[in-house]
């Protein structure tokens, strides 16, 4: 994948932006430069093949793929895993069943099905590992007379945090993953409020039917709600998303789409235990079980390592007197412990921890701490520069300069005057492809982003193209 982006970048400044899209720079405010731009663009598009914006090759974009058939599948001599887009699991005892998540609500039912279908012995507890919606889906199906639910203590305050946000990260969540999030899903399938029988509060052993669970608290990568499943007879380990979705990416201590940040070191500690632990299986909430001490406790503390590197190296440089920009920049993880970044990134881990540890205050600027935004002023600053033409096509030459993000600070000035201002218009679309080339292959979340930009800024240049039109 890298080599195609690669390709893809050198392609498009060397062949495309120096020649074609230089000269519709030039006529970019006169009106009968529109099919100079129009050419311009087309060869864009070319350029910027579909698999710019495809999902990474690695497995994480099977996260939004819907699942067609859920069956269970024996894992272990006594546990079943039944996978749609996350993982449930039932454990069979002596005294009959403990249920381990329940799957998402659309897959709820089928999962269900699924794993009743290897065993109808009472259900006598019922954990979960923490209450995201893609967990909690089927809880009302399995908690029928007799069923113990269990959930860590901060599962209670999680439980509303989601519910009274839902909206809210509900309409972020569908201009990322609009493909699959139909609008009306959120009404069909609302988020679960859950009645939990007994709060986790410290590790807690207990028993069923022969078999001895430790449930953990493990606050980790998803939250400070994380429990955890240690079977130490078997020597398996349910560890729920207290990882992230996937153990091959860097955690992600911020989501794209609105929740609050995740704490790196309560996440490195809970990795370092893991590891303790010599797992010989490791059963996650999503994708397949790792299998193998040798593979697992490594991966455990090589993932704690890198978090740890990241979370030290940005507070030595918050108290050096680095800015967050500084440090979101300069901060990498050594090659020994690179790891993918197509869920959680680096950069936005430096923020994340950053912003967990100041708050919002970052001694910039007064105008901080009050509610005029910067880009109030613009259209202020946009006359002087001599209008939304003179400004688009500095933008341009940013474009032209490979400085995208530069180029679109200026469109989107120009647009906050004329927000039908094709130059602007033209550069931000310009802007956000080149951003698409380079950046949106390497990481689910941003790839989700830029594909919606882009896809606004094409719509309102073919609506300009459209009023034109009408207009001849
Ligand atoms: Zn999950």
Request: charged share 20%; aromatic share 8%.
């Amino acid at each position: 994948m890298a080599v195609e982006t690669d390709a893809a970048v050198v392609a498009v400044r060397a062949a495309n932006l120096r020649g074609t899209v230089g000269a519709a720079t030039l006529h970019c405010p006169e009106p009968r430069s529109h099919s100079v731009i129009r050419r311009a663009l087309f060869l864009l598009v070319l350029a910027f093949p579909t698999w710019a914006f495809a999902a990474p090759a690695e497995k994480i974009s099977e996260l939004l793929r819907p699942a067609d058939t859920i069956e269970a599948v024996q894992v272990h001599p006594s546990i079943w895993r039944a996978s749609g887009n996350s993982n449930a699991f039932i454990v069979a005892t002596d005294d009959g069943l403990v249920v381990i998540d329940t799957g998402l609500g659309p897959q709820a039912a089928a999962t269900h099905a699924a794993l009743r279908a290897v065993s109808d012995a009472p259900v006598r507890k019922l954990i979960l590992t923490h209450a995201h919606a893609d967990h909690i889906g089927g809880v009302g199906l399995w908690q029928t007379d007799g069923v113990e639910t269990l959930a860590a203590r901060a599962f209670a305050l999680r439980n509303q945090y989601y519910a009274d946000l839902r909206p809210f990260q509900a309409r972020r969540s569908r201009v990322l993953w609009a493909d699959v999030m139909p609008e009306g899903a959120e009404e069909q399938f609302p988020y679960p409020r859950v009645t939990v029988d007994r709060y986790i509060d410290v590790d807690t052993m207990m028993e069923v039917g022969g078999v001895t669970f430790h449930l953990l608290v493990t606050p980790g990568g998803e939250g400070p709600d994380s429990l955890s499943v240690w079977i130490p007879d078997w020597k398996v380990l349910f560890s729920g998303d207290t990882l992230g979705p996937s153990t091959a990416t860097f955690p992600n201590l911020f989501t794209l789409r609105g929740e609050n940040m995740r704490e790196a070191v309560p996440m490195i500690l809970t990795l370092e235990r893991m590891a303790e632990l010599e797992p010989e299986m490791l059963l996650t909430g999503h994708f397949d079980p790792l299998v193998g001490a040798d593979e697992i406790a490594p991966m455990l503390r090589r993932t704690a390592a890198a978090v740890r590197y990241v979370h030290d190296a940005t507070v030595a440089g918050m108290n050096e007197g680095k800015s967050l920009w500084t440090l979101m920049r300069e901060i990498e993880l050594p090659d020994e412990l690179a790891v993918s970044e197509q869920y959680g990134r680096v950069a936005w881990g430096v923020r994340a921890i950053y912003e967990s540890y100041t708050g919002w205050f970052r001694y910039e600027s007064t105008t901080e701490l009050y509610d005029v935004p910067h880009f109030e002023v613009y259209p202020e600053l946009v006359a002087l520069a001599g209008g939304p033409d003179a400004v688009g096509q500095a933008a341009m030459t940013k474009i032209l300069a490979g400085k995208p993000l530069e180029a679109l600070h200026l469109a989107e000035a120009a647009l906050t005057v004329d927000p039908k201002h094709r130059g602007g218009l033209t550069a931000a679309m310009l802007a956000l492809r080149s951003l698409a080339a380079e950046d949106g292959g390497t990481n689910f979340q941003v790839a989700g982003w830029l594909r919606a930009r882009i896809r606004a800024a094409d719509a309102a240049l073919a609506e300009l193209d459209s009023d034109d039109s009408a207009a001849d």
